[in-house]
Each structure stands twice: as C-alpha cells, then as structure tokens.
C-alpha cells in the first residue's frame, strides 16, 4: 500500500469518527432496555379475570426491562409516557451502533501499529513457543 493512499484511508476513518462524535452529541436523552405489554390475571373471586366462560385480564400494562451495572431491572410504565420513553430507548440503540462502528474504526485505524500485517516477514511477526514439557518428550 502506498503512502498516499494509506494517508487517504486514515484521513477517511478520522472523518467518520468526528461524524460518529457529532452524531452522539446530537442524541439528547437516552435510556437501555426495551418495553412489553403485559395483562396479569389478579385471581380474586368473582373478578372478571377468573370468569369461566369468557375470562379478561387486567392491562395492558407497560413494563420497562433493562440492565444497569450487572442487574436486571424492571418498572412500571404510565401508559401516557410510553411514547416518549421510546424515542429515548430509540436512541439508546443508535448510540450503540455509533459506539459499535466507532470501535470498529479505531481497530481499523490502529491495527497496523500493534499487530503485524500478514505479508509481513520481519522478526517482529514471528513467534516462537516456549520449550516446556511436551517439547522434551520427542
């Protein structure tokens, strides 16, 4: 590869890296996990859930489920802010895609520097394993 076109390559990933921190500068408030529409039955005598002949559950009820710091966690959701807790969890997505990309591009960008091209054939790219054990028994 010539060193123009190296240059060209880097100068291309450094711009989308700016494009990629604009764009997350841009996202506005964020929140992980997803919402589901839950109906429960509550099982008290002569509730319309537990009619025989044409049982209805309560809900629906909006369930927020998300992960922080290892744990899972689950809360109730009014049904009047569902739509707004969208957009946020919309945009939790595309910040993990920008991050996703963004990683992928820093590897691109610096693979070279810490690991050895495969055409290479300089000592740096060889490795040699340690005798132990299994090498003596030959």
Known sequence: MSTT???QQTDA????IARIKRDIQALGPMHPG?????????GKPGCKCMDADNPQRHGPYHKLAYVHRGRP????VRAECVEALSARLDAYKTL?????RWVELSILQGGEDFFPSPGSTGQEAKTRRPKGKKADRR
């Open 13 to 16: 990933v450094e711009r989308e």
């Open 5 to 7: 076109s190296g240059k």
């Open 73 to 76: 966690v689950c809360r109730f």
């Open 34 to 42: 997803s919402v589901s529409r839950q109906y429960q039955v509550c």
């Open 96 to 100: 993990r895609s920008l991050v996703d």
